[in-house]
């Protein structure tokens, strides 16, 4: 069982930065590929970053070069840093994590946290 919970979201005018944090209460977490999605109303969710256990990262064409994916292990926690945000990056933003070493991949989410960019 892994907890997560996001912190870091909130409202900024575009052209400005956050940061998303999420912390992963599991002993485990640096076995753990970790994702951050987002779902905007009326929108599929859909996957943003991704950082595996090696430290490998992977963006969405509509983030590249704007958003960067981090890890922590000895803190449990990964980090999205967003600069250059536009209106369309509003949405709500899902830290995800799944155990790379399990034959059956089961998804953790945690409850999500508003970003919203406007003027």
């Known amino acids: 069982q892994v907890e997560l919970v996001e912190s870091g979201g909130g409202l900024v005018q575009p052209g400005g930065s956050l940061r998303l944090s999420c912390a992963a209460l599991?002993?485990?977490?640096?076995?753990?590929?970790m994702n951050w999605y987002r779902q905007a109303p009326g929108n599929l969710r859909e996957v943003v970053a991704t950082?595996?256990?090696?430290?490998?990262?992977n963006y969405a064409d509509t983030v590249k070069g704007r958003f960067t994916i981090s890890r922590d292990d000895a803190k449990d926690t990964v980090y999205l840093q967003m600069n250059r945000l536009k209106p369309d990056d509003t949405a709500v933003y899902y830290c995800?994590?799944?155990?790379?070493?399990?034959?059956?991949?089961?998804?953790?989410w945690g409850q999500g946290t508003q970003v919203t960019v406007s003027p």
């Open positions: 950082v595996t256990p090696g430290g490998g990262t």
């Open positions: 599991t002993s485990d977490f640096s076995f753990y590929v």
């Open positions: 995800n994590a799944y155990d790379i070493r399990a034959r059956v991949r089961y998804n953790y």
